[in-house]
């Protein structure tokens, strides 16, 4: 079955960088949306950042001005540039899309998820 590929998860020390990468298989028709979430310890899963394939984008208060998020089209690929990070930020990234795959309906899409550790 069709699965999302991430990368650029790992470890880093306060105010580090990282950049996520999320790509879409060939057969992915028509991207609508693509979206990072996170949970991390003993919390919910929250949306993180979200962008359409239009460009608008979307952020949450704690991660806007630090994180950026793009998306390649022509890639079927998303991104979540991640700066100043804090500890806070530890958790798993998933990525998330809808889209069509073939002449079947959008629906989303999940990705393995990636870990994210911020070491104070």
């Known amino acids: 079955q069709v699965e999302l590929v991430e990368s650029g998860g790992g470890l880093v020390q306060a105010g580090g960088s990282l950049r996520l990468s999320c790509a879409a298989p060939?057969?992915?028709?028509?991207?609508?949306?693509m979206r990072w979430y996170r949970q991390g310890p003993g919390k919910q899963r929250e949306l993180v950042a979200g962008i359409s394939s239009g460009g608008s984008t979307l952020y949450a208060d704690s991660v806007k001005a630090r994180f950026t998020i793009s998306l390649d089209n022509a890639k079927n690929t998303v991104y979540l540039q991640m700066n100043s990070l804090k500890p806070e930020d530890t958790a798993v990234y998933y990525c998330n899309c809808n889209a069509r795959v073939g002449v079947r309906p959008s629906r989303d899409y999940w990705g393995q998820g990636t870990q994210v550790t911020v070491s104070s």
């Open positions: 060939g057969n992915f028709r028509s991207i609508n949306a």
